[in-house]
């Protein structure tokens, strides 16, 4: 038999790693495809844009924090004149792979969700009409948005388009897992490793799969234990009105968990350990022991990927035409 060649011997080896990959539960994450530039960049200017909100001090980075793993770092996010938020602030890294978004699924796309906080309340405090004419004030914007989507083009569906855009980017590709996956069996610890199978026999990826590690379902929290909390949001009920839907959320994703403290949707859990552990008795009905609990942060950890780098826009000057912030008024 002649002998393989080089080329062969790749090829082989690649389908291998394909059909290795096709059997994990967990997806490679792939860094971002920016095919629309110049719409990314307004995006993140708008993302970043505290004017969005009635005080002029809440922009979308203030509870997604890109310095802080996309997330406040606090239980509950703080909002419009120092009202207390009702849940934790997801992280926008990756949210894009997500089913829905927010916790309980209320918006279909990422387009949606932005729509939401600038006029709620308890968040930016605004209006949609407020927000389009504060940013249409401003001729820095309303040439961005004439080149992009044509003249006369500041509305609200705009305004949300582009920060989706921008958010899509928002992706941490190459953890150490990722490389991992892709065959390099020293890219993560042996504990870590433990910790992956651990993941699989104790069917956490059951939940937890795909290129986030999340986000692909709903699951209801504390499924043969009750969750107790007592924070009052009651998930997907909220939504649809069924009971079976009650304390039922979108399941979070795993990538950068270690960065996204604190955990669940109440966030009053502060550390993985104790997080694994109590998901292991409400959901599971098991209990981890310490060197369980030890591989299992390992392994959470190594599903840290590359941050996005991101460079801080300059955003254009309000004038006489743009209304006031109010910070101090309900």
Known sequence: MKQLSTLSIA???TLASHSLLAQEPIAIIEPAKISQPEKVELGKMLFFEPRLSKSGFISCNSCHNLSLGGVDALPTSIGHNWQQGPINSPTVLNAEYGLAQ???GRAKDLQEQAAGPIANPKEMGFTHELAVSTIDSMPGYQS????????????????TDAIAEFEKTLVTPNSPFDKYLEGDKEAISESAQAGYQLFK????SSCH???????TMYMKMGLVKPFHTNNPAEGRIAVTGKESDKHVFKVPTLRNIELTYPYFHDGETWTLEEAV??????QLGAALTEKETKEMVSFLKSLTGEQPQITLPILPPSNANTPRPLPFTN
């Open 11 to 13: 090829v082989i080896t």
């Open 277 to 282: 552990n109590t998901m292991a008795d409400i």
């Open 102 to 104: 927010f916790w309980d």
């Open 209 to 215: 799969n795909g290129p986030a590690v999340g986000g």
């Open 144 to 159: 961005r948005f004439a080149a992009i989507y044509g003249k006369d083009s500041v509305n609200i569906d705009n305004i």
């Open 201 to 204: 026999d104790k069917a956490c």
